[in-house]
């Protein structure tokens, strides 16, 4: 056995390389709007930050906290509405509506909370899963409030302006840009401060053993709920941000189970219980899945001339690969829990750590 | 002055009587050996001592303050912490972090929770392997990072659940050694131990539990000398 060599808050210190890469990635970030002009590369990035926000919010409730919720939706979806209901129907500006989303989401996190962590592990599971249902059957019967299953479409969002003077029209994708990366940002400096503070301790030990914690003075039910709420409130986050970018919501795309098992997923696949799991996980997912979802698979294999256009297999793919997205995200996710229990994270520090020792 | 006054305690699982009608008094300063047969009922008096389960009947008083239905997070802040039979590391925390986690119930400073984690795992004998993987200790350093853990959380009365259990003797003499030390600094314990002459050495009182019942109270050379003690252990052939 070797030691681990470190500890959730670590004296050591970052090496001036990590810091100088750091702040060069920052800079790239920052400029990247600058530099390419393709909306479609500025749609990837928002993407890559959408899945980031969600799957570091989720990070703190199942990951740190070992809470394993999939019925996060129901926060996305709070934030969502919130801010379209207000917007739509109330003329309310967005970036006002986001924040009733977040008081809102707050509440709601509360009341699932007092209710889902009576139960503890498949049956905390199982409970928000039925209670981000009740929400999405909620959304689609309360017609006069949410517009039913036809969903509510921006026509378009009034300009953001600060006395008097205009800071951003919203008509390009650039100042979605900059927020979504803020809002990653953030939510990547909220987890570090968590995890090094003692909120990440309480957390952590309610992971490992809940009576354990228990036992040493950890008020369980408060430290869950103060972790749910933190998790729900950038999630409703990630919901505003998805309803104004988007323009469009309805019941089935941001209150869905579908959507809770993704943002699960993200985690899953980056490294769960990790600053920057949900960042690697954001990063193999969002691509795949435009990939996927483009068809990029197929146009590949026809031009490496390893499958003739003109074929039948040819023609299948084209046909239903696109369509194949789910079955795919379920085979990928097979491969990553067999082989890669901890996630592409913890996978490639088992890697360093193998030829580190190799060469020591 | 009594730190505990366990009066008339039972503990009903259904029909079956865990505890029943057991009162006892420990007093500041002293080690309380707790001793049964399997089954008697140690661990689950533990539990409701701590705040696990409430007793079904009786009251249990810490420094004259009812317990009865408080939780185990308040039961340690107000100075009462005990330790597993089964021991429960937080696996992938280090074992520094463990002890941390314990430090925090008396501090919200992660900064002096470290120090005061480090001190206490010197206690222990531990230090060395703080950067260790909790979840990677042998047992006997696994039961002295329980004792680290808890005692971090600085309680008055300690209550040890067989943090000998699965020693060798080298081991456990290591941790009879600390339980004295323990002693010194004042902090009143009641040990749960199976190693009769572990207990004998420690204990200051012996409450023998039989069945859920208190059989016997004294001394160690009072029990070792009590007829009915000696049925419990060995049998009326004796």
């Given at each position: 056995?070797?030691?681990?060599?470190?500890?959730?808050?670590?004296?050591?210190?970052?090496s001036?390389v990590?810091?100088?890469?750091?702040?060069a990635?920052?800079?790239?970030?920052?400029?990247f709007?600058?530099?390419?002009?393709?909306?479609?590369?500025?749609?990837?990035?928002?993407?890559?930050?959408?899945?980031?926000?969600?799957?570091?919010?989720?990070?703190?409730?199942?990951?740190?906290?070992?809470?394993?919720?999939?019925?996060?939706?129901?926060y996305?979806?709070?934030?969502?509405?919130?801010?379209?209901?207000?917007?739509q129907?109330?003329?309310?500006?967005?970036?006002?509506?986001?924040?009733?989303?977040?008081?809102?989401?707050v509440?709601?996190?509360?009341?699932?909370?007092s209710?889902?962590f009576?139960l503890?592990?498949?049956?905390f599971?199982?409970?928000?899963?039925?209670?981000?249902e009740v929400?999405?059957?909620?959304?689609?019967?309360?017609?006069?409030?949410?517009?039913?299953?036809?969903?509510?479409?921006?026509?378009?969002?009034?300009?953001?302006t600060?006395?008097?003077?205009?800071?951003t029209?919203?008509?390009?994708?650039?100042?979605?840009?900059?927020?979504?990366?803020?809002?990653?940002?953030?939510?990547?400096?909220?987890?570090?401060?968590?995890?090094?503070?003692?909120?990440?301790?309480?957390?952590?030990?309610?992971?490992?053993?809940?009576?354990?914690?228990?036992?040493l003075?950890?008020?369980?039910?408060?430290?869950?709920?103060?972790?749910l709420?933190?998790?729900?409130?950038?999630?409703?986050?990630?919901?505003?941000?998805?309803?104004?970018?988007?323009?469009?919501?309805?019941?089935t795309?941001?209150?869905?189970?579908?959507?809770?098992?993704?943002?699960v997923?993200?985690?899953?696949i980056?490294?769960?219980?990790t600053?920057?799991?949900?960042?690697?996980?954001?990063?193999?997912?969002?691509?795949?899945?435009?990939?996927?979802?483009?068809?990029?698979?197929?146009?590949?294999?026809?031009?490496?001339?390893?499958?003739?256009?003109?074929?039948?297999?040819?023609?299948?793919?084209?046909?239903h690969?696109?369509?194949?997205h789910?079955?795919?995200?379920?085979?990928?996710?097979?491969?990553?829990?067999?082989?890669?229990?901890?996630?592409?994270?913890?996978?490639?520090?088992?890697l360093?750590?193998?030829?580190n020792?190799r060469?020591? | 002055?009594?730190i505990?006054?366990?009066?008339?305690?039972?503990?009903?699982?259904?029909?079956?009587?865990?505890?029943?009608?057991?009162s006892f008094?420990?007093?500041?300063?002293?080690?309380?050996?707790?001793?049964?047969?399997?089954?008697?009922?140690?661990?689950?008096?533990?539990?409701?001592?701590?705040g696990?389960?409430?007793?079904?009947?009786g009251?249990?008083?810490?420094?004259?303050q009812?317990?009865?239905?408080?939780?185990?997070?308040?039961?340690?802040?107000l100075?009462?912490?005990?330790?597993?039979q089964?021991?429960?590391p937080?696996a992938?925390?280090?074992?520094?972090d463990?002890?941390?986690?314990?430090?925090?119930?008396?501090t919200?400073s992660?900064?002096?929770?470290?120090?005061?984690?480090?001190?206490?795992?010197?206690?222990?004998?531990?230090d060395?392997?703080?950067?260790?993987?909790?979840?990677?200790?042998?047992?006997?350093?696994r039961?002295?990072?329980?004792?680290?853990r808890?005692?971090?959380?600085?309680?008055?009365?300690?209550?040890?659940?067989?943090?000998?259990?699965?020693?060798?003797?080298?081991?456990?003499?290591?941790?009879?050694?600390?339980?004295?030390d323990?002693?010194?600094?004042?902090?009143?314990?009641?040990v749960?131990?199976?190693?009769?002459?572990?207990?004998?050495?420690?204990?200051?009182?012996?409450?023998?539990?039989?069945?859920?019942?208190?059989?016997?109270?004294g001394?160690?050379?009072?029990?070792?000398s009590?007829?009915?003690?000696?049925e419990a252990?060995l049998?009326?052939e004796?």
């Open positions: 056995m070797r030691p681990i060599g470190t500890s959730l808050t670590n004296n050591r210190g970052t001036p990590t810091i100088v890469a750091g702040l990635l920052l800079a790239a970030l920052l400029l709007p600058q530099l390419v002009k393709s909306p479609y590369a500025l749609h990837i990035m928002i993407l890559l930050f959408l899945s980031t926000i969600m799957g570091e919010s989720w990070n703190i409730l199942g990951g740190y906290t070992g809470q394993y919720s999939v019925g996060h939706a129901a996305f979806g709070v934030g969502a509405y919130t801010t379209m209901v207000l917007m129907n109330h003329q309310v500006a967005p970036w006002y509506g986001v924040w009733a989303g977040v008081a809102l989401v509440v709601v996190a509360v009341a699932i909370g209710i889902c009576r503890r592990g498949p049956y599971v199982l409970a928000s899963i039925a209670v981000a929400m999405r059957l909620s959304a689609m019967n309360l017609k006069d409030l949410t517009n039913g299953a036809e969903g509510i479409l921006a026509v378009e969002i009034p300009a953001f600060l006395g008097g003077t205009v800071i029209d919203f008509l390009s994708k650039v100042p979605f840009y900059y927020i979504g990366l803020a809002l990653a940002i953030l939510t990547i400096v909220v987890t570090w401060l968590v995890q090094h503070s003692k909120l990440g301790y309480c957390f952590q030990a309610i992971r490992e053993d809940q009576d354990a914690a228990h036992s003075g950890i008020h369980l039910s408060l430290y869950k709920n103060v972790a709420i933190i998790s729900a409130i950038f999630t409703a986050l990630a919901g505003s941000f998805y309803a104004i970018y988007v323009g469009f919501i309805d019941p795309t941001v209150l869905a189970l579908d959507l809770s098992v993704q943002i997923l993200i985690c899953i980056g490294g769960i219980g600053i920057w799991g949900p960042v690697i996980g954001a990063l193999v997912l969002v691509p795949l899945s435009e990939a996927l979802r483009s068809n990029l698979i197929t146009q590949m294999l026809i031009k490496s001339g390893l499958v003739s256009g003109e074929s039948a297999i040819g023609i299948f793919l084209k046909e690969l696109s369509h194949a789910a079955l795919i995200y379920g085979i990928l996710v097979v491969i990553v829990i067999l082989f890669m229990p901890d996630g592409v994270l913890g996978f490639a520090k088992k360093l750590a193998k030829r020792r060469t020591a | 002055m009594a505990l006054e366990i009066k008339h305690v039972s503990k009903f699982f259904g029909g079956l009587a865990a505890n029943s009608d057991v008094d420990v007093e500041q300063g002293m080690i309380m050996g707790l001793i049964g047969p399997n089954g008697a009922g140690k661990t689950t008096l533990f539990n409701c001592i701590t696990y389960y409430p007793p079904s009947r009251e249990v008083l810490f420094k004259g009812r317990m009865n239905g408080l939780e185990p997070d308040r039961v340690c802040k100075g009462m912490a005990r330790t597993w089964k021991v429960r937080l992938k925390l280090s074992v520094l463990n002890v941390v986690v314990g430090a925090l119930c008396r919200n992660v900064k002096v929770a470290r120090d005061l984690a480090h001190e206490q795992l010197k206690v222990v004998g531990l060395h392997k703080s950067a260790f993987l909790a979840g990677g200790l042998p047992i006997g350093e039961k002295k990072l329980e004792v680290a808890v005692l971090a959380t600085k309680p008055e009365l300690l209550l040890l659940d067989e943090v000998m259990g699965g020693l060798n003797p080298a081991e456990s003499e290591e941790i009879i050694q600390l339980i004295l323990i002693k010194k600094t004042g902090v009143t314990q009641i749960i131990e199976h190693d009769m002459k572990a207990i004998m050495r420690l204990s200051d009182r012996i409450v023998v539990l039989n069945s859920g019942e208190k059989l016997a109270e001394g160690p050379q009072e029990i070792v009590n007829p009915e003690v000696i252990y049998g009326s004796h």
